[in-house]
């Protein structure tokens, strides 16, 4: 089989997973990159835009205008910390992390339909073949892409 096929499937896939999950979480009004933000928030309250930044390997700048917009939304309040009034602290408003739990919840939908019929053992090979696949193109590849939401590294 030519590489080619393998890396078209992969490409359909996450087109397959995206539109899916844009279609079934539409009602959380979320976008794609907004879920790890909100995500990062309730694991970690009273952050900062600089700290999320590194959590997220993301730009300073990003973070700026995607906590502008959540903010603007409702979904994410900034206060000053009482400690150092130069330190603004980010947290997900309960409405912001009721949005992330039922974006969280049609994910883990789409998922499950994806690997439906997998045992358990299918889904360990898949895992350690996509591990295989992420190591071999090394930590270069990875420059200033976010961590995936759920850290899957740290949980090996």
């Known amino acids: ?22 279609k079934r979480a539409a009602s959380a009004g979320l976008h794609a990159g907004q879920l790890p933000l909100l995500e990062s928030l309730m694991a970690h309250p009273g952050c900062t835009q600089q700290e999320l930044a590194g959590m997220l390997r993301v ?10 917009r959540l903010q603007k ?4 309040e900034k206060r000053v910390d ?7 602290c980010l947290y997900a408003t309960a409405e912001g992390a009721a949005r992330a739990t039922e974006h969280r919840r049609c ?23 996509l591990d295989r696949m992420i190591e071999n193109l090394g930590e270069d590849a990875a420059d ?11 949980k090996n």
């Open 59 to 68: 730009t300073p700048a990003s973070i700026a205008l995607s906590t502008k």
């Open 107 to 129: 994910l883990d939908t789409v998922d499950g339909e994806m690997l439906a019929g997998f045992s358990e053992e299918d889904r360990r090979t898949l895992a350690a073949l």
């Open 1 to 22: 089989m030519h590489t080619r096929e393998i890396g078209g499937r992969l490409v359909f896939l996450h087109l397959l997973r995206r539109n899916l999950l844009q």
């Open 144 to 154: 200033g892409l976010p961590l995936p939401p759920c850290h899957w590294k740290e």
């Open 73 to 76: 939304a409702g979904w994410v």
């Open 82 to 88: 009482e400690d150092n009034r130069r330190r603004n």
